[in-house]
């Protein structure tokens, strides 16, 4: 008996394991995956951590630098010094055989010609220009992810309504077939009824073949295998659309120049560069350093490192240095930094006029969305009563086959207008959120 059970046990996990598991996915769960899996976001993150370690290496020129050194030296063959004594030359050796030294140096920076604050200064403003990269790259994320999630179920709902129409021209085949037997329907209505049952089956076939390609590329983008299966969740709500478009497009291009990653980046950039004017400025300048040695000393014949051998030194010294001529390099290179500037000034003017344009384009994508998902809805419903009617008429003898494959077509095409309005709203949303700015990291 335990044997039998035993049995249908294993006969159960073994049917059971055919089956594939198939993994719920909402855009949210979506967006955390591909943020956990995007190399250039996972980039932008290490770049942001390295900002904040170049402010504390800025801050570290300012202050003193502690080193210890030893030293041990072996002369071979000591130098002689030849003394003349009652006319006999007499050799006097100089130093001993073995020489050791140890001590501590400490350096410190009193004046470098605004260096270390200019650093400082740059390492602050390259951190926040790191954060604007990382918002940029983030939106750039977003859009990709909202592309394929959603061109996945627009493939998804394009098969439903290949699948719809293949379905109502099989059924419709079939009633004709009914009809012929009847008597009430001539064999050339049954030739137009399997010719349209066989020309919605190239659609059905096509449209299966792009929801296997979609998927993938969602995949993908989430760091899964291809093997792998998963069934993505609309969960988008379709209300408060038109508030959005109401607004004239010119308050969003202000918004977008108040808040775009891009722009910001470009205006740090200048920041930075307007610095490294300065930077490259305080090589004019002179420096002062202040510095002090505390060493131990031993010089012996043997190796006898007895402490009360060592002798003990301690001396400071300021170091003043001021450039005086170095070849018209400095001012080649402040020019340079001063055309630096002056580009990135022109790029910034360029991006704006970008962004601008952006905007605009997606907010007309957007309106134009919005429009066409309006009408679309009411359209599906007329679209249905069309086919319905005429179907109840063919069938009572008073329409015609050209009628029900009419509406039919009419049927498909408002169905697959709708889906495509739906996924062009969700999509052109996405694209117009990115272009005004105000989608930021979860963690911001």
């Excluded at 394991?17 to 949210?28: A, D, F, H, R, W």
């Excluded at 190399?39 to 993150?45: E, G, P």
């Amino acid at each position: 008996m335990h044997i039998k059970h035993l049995f249908s046990v294993l006969f159960i996990v073994l049917c059971l394991s055919g089956y594939g598991y198939t993994e719920t996915l909402t855009i949210e769960q979506a967006l955390d995956m591909a943020y956990e899996h995007n190399r250039d976001y996972l980039k932008a993150k290490k770049d942001f951590e390295k900002s904040k370690a170049q402010i504390v290496e800025a801050r570290a020129g300012a202050l003193p630098v502690i080193s210890f050194a030893g030293e041990y030296n072996r002369n071979w063959e000591p130098s002689v010094f030849v003394i003349s004594f009652d006319g006999q030359p007499q050799e006097l050796k100089i130093g001993t055989d073995n020489s050791f030294s140890a001590g501590f140096n400490l350096t410190q920076p009193i004046y470098l010609g605004g260096r270390v604050g200019t650093a400082l200064k740059i390492a602050k403003i390259y951190k926040r220009y790191s954060e604007q990269q990382l918002k940029a790259v983030y939106n750039e994320v977003r859009l990709d992810i909202y592309n394929r999630f959603y061109g996945y179920i627009l493939a998804k709902e394009l098969v439903r309504v290949a699948e719809q129409s293949y379905s109502l021209a099989k059924a419709n085949r079939e009633v004709v077939e009914n009809m012929v037997k009847q008597g009430v329907a001539s064999e050339y209505d049954l030739l137009r009824a399997r010719v349209a049952e066989s020309n919605s089956l190239p659609a059905l076939i096509q449209a299966k073949s792009g929801v296997a390609v979609s998927a993938d590329a969602l995949k993908s983008a989430l760091g899964m295998e291809f093997t792998d299966e998963i069934d993505p969740i609309e969960s988008f709500q379709f209300t408060n659309l038109d508030t959005l478009v109401a607004q004239p497009v010119e308050y969003y291009q202000s918004m977008a120049l108040e808040r775009r990653a891009d722009l910001k980046m470009l205006d740090y950039s200048i920041q930075m560069l307007d610095k490294n004017i300065g930077l490259e400025k305080s090589a004019y300048l002179p420096s002062l350093t202040f510095s002090t040695n505390l060493m131990w000393q031993l010089q012996r014949d043997d190796f006898d490192l007895d402490p009360d051998y060592w002798v003990r030194s301690i001396n400071s010294a300021f170091h003043l240095q001021i450039p005086i001529f170095e070849g018209f390099g400095r001012s080649a290179k402040v020019k340079q930094a001063r055309l630096d500037k002056q580009q990135t000034e022109l790029s910034y003017q360029q991006l704006i006029d970008g962004v601008k344009l952006e905007v605009k384009s997606a907010y007309g994508d957007l309106s134009e969305a919005i429009e066409r998902f309006n009408s679309q809805e009411e359209t599906v419903l007329m679209a249905k009563e069309g086919l319905r009617i005429s179907e109840l008429r063919f069938k009572n003898g008073v329409g015609t086959q050209l009628e029900v494959m009419d509406a039919r077509t009419a049927l498909t095409q408002a169905e697959t207008n709708f889906v495509n309005a739906k996924h062009d709203v969700i999509v052109s949303l996405a694209k117009f959120e990115k272009s005004i700015g105000i989608v930021k990291p979860k963690n911001d």
